[in-house]
């Protein structure tokens, strides 16, 4: 996948979550524009770790991501 189809995602307004497929099967959830980072040829994946593990970043060949399939909206409840 071309990395300006990752960023198009990325600037869509409102953000939309979106997974992102590899080749290798493996996929990555993005739920926010903070926790991927797109360039030429790398894009880098944060993942949250455990309370206190801190996070993990996944360094991923944009030729390997295949498909970025848009994940459905969380419906946030609002208590008064």
């Known amino acids: 996948m071309h990395h ?8 869509k307004q409102p953000f ?3 997974r992102l497929i ?3 099967g493996t996929s990555y959830d993005i739920r926010s524009p ?3 980072m797109i360039t030429g040829m ?3 994946v944060g993942i949250p770790g455990e309370e206190g593990d801190g996070e993990i970043l996944r360094h991923i060949d944009n030729a390997h991501i295949v498909e970025l399939i848009p994940l459905p909206e969380v419906a946030v ?3 008064a």
Not at 4 to 11: F, N, P, Q, V
């Open 22 to 24: 590899l080749s290798s």
């Open 4 to 11: 300006s189809e990752l960023k198009a995602a990325l600037r």
């Open 77 to 79: 409840s609002k208590t």
């Open 16 to 18: 939309q979550s979106f």
């Open 42 to 44: 790398t894009t880098y």
């Open 34 to 36: 903070e926790w991927i």
